[in-house]
């Protein structure tokens, strides 16, 4: 049974995956920094600050404030707040990773094609017959 499992565990399939899941999460997180620490910035300049932190007060807290510094104040004061800053900085990340992915995969297809459409050399035999058919003539 351990056997078994050894084969399943290192066969190709499971590392491939594995490999594909490691390289994702990488992918992920650099596209995560640069979403956050380079695009995002920029778009909160229309906001009026960072992105991340731009929230609607849907319902004041316990103090009755209107507004709010943050997104942690208001729910520590026990507003109900909607987040929407932050879930429009999720959604950048998001198509960015899926633009990324998009290229890595479209580049996978290319080198597929490339090595399909490889012409395929002629076979041993082939060539031996040639060498034979070419030592007759002499």
Do not use: H
């Not at 104040?73 to 507003?79: H, I």
């Not at 996978?108 to 490889?118: D, I, L, Y």
């Amino acid at each position: 049974m351990l056997k078994e499992f050894r084969e399943f565990a290192l066969g190709g399939n499971l590392l491939d995956v594995g490999i594909g899941f490691v390289i994702g999460a990488a992918t992920a997180a650099f596209v995560g920094s640069f979403t956050t620490n380079l695009v995002t910035p920029w778009l909160g300049l229309a906001g009026g600050g960072n992105m991340g932190s731009l929230f609607a007060v849907l319902k004041a807290g316990k103090s009755g404030a209107a507004s709010y510094p943050t997104p942690a104040a208001a729910t520590a004061d026990g507003a109900v707040i909607l987040p929407w800053g932050a879930f429009a900085d999720e959604f950048v990340k998001f198509l960015l990773i899926m633009f990324v992915m998009f290229l890595i995969v479209k580049m996978a297809n290319k080198f597929k094609k490339q090595e399909e459409a490889a012409p395929a050399g002629p076979t041993e035999v082939e060539l031996l017959t040639e060498i034979r058919d070419a030592l007759k003539k002499v």
